[in-house]
């Protein structure tokens, strides 16, 4: 008998239809693309859109973007990129104990931040002061898949990355979908916390007593009671759930960071400066158009959207980069 056999995409297709759960999402039911393509030999239709997402330029972009600390001194704080392979683990890990369809739930976590401005949350409230509403990095995400860096991922995938995040109302239809939602909250909360204790922001004893009592210790013990409160709910449920007391404690534990460490006053300088560098930023490039890169430029668009998409897709480094040779003055 050979050693090795050759596992084709029918064979993913056969293996899906026998083993997920009734609500999983099967590569063979999906909605399709914008534009049809035949299909591959050996991967599904969300394996493809797994693989194109990992291979984006805006992908590798999240390396050098910030999660919470920007500008940290030390190796070890979360990035962007880092977040969000988090995610895609803790995301696996309950696609897998509920029977759902893994690949689906990979690719909607891999792509959840693509769309994401430099300087976290701080540059997506900056740059909502040019738009009417909020300007939302879900959107964007949509937006660079679809137009900027046109990928033609399927429906599902960019459903789930529209309204993965839990300021959309109406939740991803699909439940793999409904996971990225609770595998980003597990991730940021968790390592958004080791990362505060690490600066020093916070200690330990600070920590909301709930959260410690129902969690345990921060860092694995709080990933892992986690996605337990969320495995459990579900089964019960019978879709993706958290049980009310897990999910008020995390909610406890989310108002806390934001009071403590996302929007503490010693941030209020940092703040004032990304609002600085966006507004620099956008304004410059609407009054000069013609100097924003053909690659990454969607010509149908009107110029503040244009520019919006520059300067949203820049890492941190490189909007600061840019930023200072137009604002710094020069010695020579």
């Not at 083993?19 to 999906?30: F, G, N």
């Not at 979360?78 to 897998?96: C, D, K």
């Not at 890169?293 to 890492?315: K, S």
Request: charged share 30%; net charge negative.
């Amino acid at each position: 008998m050979a050693g090795l056999i050759r596992w084709t995409r029918e064979d993913t297709e056969r293996l899906e239809s026998e083993t997920l759960s009734p609500t999983a999402t099967r590569s063979v039911d999906s909605r399709g693309r914008s534009l049809p393509e035949l299909g591959d030999a050996y991967r599904t239709a969300f394996q493809r859109d797994r693989d194109r997402i990992v291979h984006s330029k805006a992908f590798r972009r999240l390396t050098h973007k910030t999660q919470v600390f920007i500008n940290p001194e030390g190796d070890h704080y979360v990035t962007r990129l880092t977040h969000t392979l988090q995610v895609t683990q803790i995301g696996r890990s309950i696609a897998r104990d509920l029977g759902l369809n893994e690949d689906l739930a990979e690719a909607i976590c891999l792509g959840h931040d693509v769309g994401h401005s430099p300087f976290g949350h701080t540059g997506e409230d900056a740059l909502s002061e040019f738009v009417e509403g909020e300007w939302l990095h879900s959107a964007q995400g949509v937006r660079i898949f679809d137009l900027l860096e046109p990928q033609n991922l399927t429906w599902e995938v960019l459903d789930g990355i529209r309204a993965h995040s839990w300021k959309i109302a109406e939740p991803p239809a699909t439940q793999e979908g409904r996971i990225c939602r609770f595998a980003d909250r597990i991730a940021y909360l968790t390592h958004d916390v080791e990362d505060a204790m690490r600066a020093g922001v916070i200690k330990r004893t600070d920590l909301p007593a709930a959260a410690l009592a129902k969690y345990g210790e921060p860092g694995s013990e709080w990933v892992a009671s986690m996605i337990r409160a969320v495995v459990d709910e579900s089964v019960v449920r019978e879709k993706v759930a958290m049980d009310r007391e897990s999910l008020e404690v995390m909610n406890e534990l989310r108002a806390f960071m934001f009071a403590r460490v996302y929007l503490r006053p010693e941030t209020e300088g940092q703040r004032r400066t990304v609002f600085g560098i966006i507004r620099d930023l956008v304004n410059y490039f609407v009054a000069h158009n013609a100097e924003i890169p053909d690659t990454y430029r969607h010509t149908e668009a009107d110029t503040l959207t244009q520019v919006i998409d520059y300067v949203a897709g820049m890492t941190d480094r490189y909007a600061i980069s840019v930023h200072d040779e137009l604002y710094r003055p020069r010695l020579f």
